[in-house]
């Protein structure tokens, strides 16, 4: 079966009485999956441009680019009498949140599901195939494409309907699979985690460009030409709509912070049109960053550690190797038996033990599960 072969009606969604109806039609529902679309590889700020749902009823694409209030479908989410599922939810809940500060309850993460089954390739159409038997055929052209964009073609639309035409299968046959292994209530733990995510927020202009990859090598001169560097790309962003990658790269802002002196077209990345277009603000802000005094990064937020002694370097082979153990007996990647920052933990303060399984990272279904062995791999 391809994507193609959708198996419900499709509805497409995009004025607010076909959305009111839309919204009192699932909160009857027992359980609804859905999914979204967004524009952030074309446009900046990110908007989500459709959401589709699917229910026992049929597919739905909400065009949330042609409405301005959304809230009854917010209502749907955030009710928890209703299940609902997605697929590698992290990122889509964060954005329901940045947009319009939506909660998500009772959450099936499918991706979280297959990954206690024992898969270790996650993506969707891996995940279908595995459990249904189904192919989806995913153009990559149309995962970049730009949601924004109206009318949507055909192939977009169809392409969207895919993505939740089987979640609610999809959740069921996971589901069997988890009852089986006796790890039902794992997977229910780690989904109500999920309710807890929230879009944490930009760092501020004034501080983001610390986050630039490489900025680690500038002194404290080329930072301050790096930050005005940065500033203008931001600014530029958002006067354009475009992602700032798409006004100039990182590649450029870090070389010409490292060498204010030298020639802007010989900066990798550097364009011709580039020059055109941003050459003399770039001079500008280079300038103002040079007669800047140093800027200065902010002290780590966690302490430093000192290096580990050899005992505790000799501790963690034994705790790596127990996590590994159980992971392999298990038939389920190590990073899901332990947490990795909980071992470094143990490592230096084995005699902590009772309260580390208290910590908010070690889950209680891990503590039931394997608390006992990791206190003897500790030898205690």
């Excluded at 998500?104 to 979280?112: A, E, H, K």
Aim: charged share 30%; aromatic share 8%.
């Amino acid at each position: 079966m391809s994507t193609q072969d959708v198996p419900r009606q499709v509805e497409f969604i995009d004025d607010a009485a076909g959305l009111e109806a839309l919204a009192r039609a699932l909160a009857k529902e027992r359980r609804i999956a859905f999914d979204m679309e967004s524009n952030g590889f074309f446009r900046y700020p990110e908007r989500i441009c459709l959401i589709q749902i699917a229910s026992a009823q049929g597919i739905f694409l909400v065009d949330t680019a042609a409405l301005e209030y959304v809230e009854p479908l917010g209502a749907v989410l955030a009710d928890p009498g209703i299940e609902k599922i997605i697929h590698s939810a992290d990122y889509d809940l964060r954005s329901l949140d940045r947009q319009w500060g939506f909660r998500v309850r009772l959450i099936s993460d499918t991706s979280v599901g297959a990954h206690f089954c024992g898969l270790d390739k996650l993506g969707l159409g891996t995940v279908a195939a595995q459990f249904l038997g189904v192919m989806l055929e995913k153009e990559k052209r149309l995962q970049r494409a730009d949601w924004g964009v109206r009318p949507l073609s055909q192939e977009a639309l169809d392409y969207a309907a895919a993505d939740v035409a089987y979640l609610l299968q999809l959740r069921d046959a996971i589901s069997v699979k988890l009852a089986e292994l006796g790890r039902t209530a794992w997977v229910e733990e780690e989904c109500r985690r999920l309710e807890e995510i929230r879009y944490e927020g930009d760092a501020s202009p004034e501080t983001a460009y610390l986050s630039v990859k490489g900025s680690r090598t500038l002194d404290g001169r080329g930072l301050a030409v790096l930050k005005r560097l940065y500033l203008l790309r931001e600014k530029e962003a958002l006067r354009k709509g475009r992602p700032p990658f798409r006004v100039f790269g990182n590649d450029v802002l870090l070389h010409i912070a490292a060498n204010p002196k030298a020639e802007l077209k010989d900066a990798p990345g550097m364009t011709h049109l580039l020059l055109e277009r941003y050459g003399r603000a770039i001079k500008q802000a280079m300038e103002e960053g040079l007669e800047a005094p140093p800027e200065k990064r902010p002290p780590p937020m966690h302490p430093f550690l000192p290096r580990p002694t050899a005992e505790q370097l000799a501790r963690m082979q034994k705790l790596r190797a127990w996590r590994n153990e159980v992971g392999k007996q298990l038939s389920l990647d190590p990073a899901l038996v332990w947490p990795m920052a909980s071992l470094d933990r143990l490592m230096r303060t084995p005699e902590l033990f009772d309260r580390e399984l208290a910590l908010p990272d070690v889950r209680r279904w891990q503590a039931a599960e394997f608390g006992a062995s990791l206190r003897a791999a500790l030898g205690g």
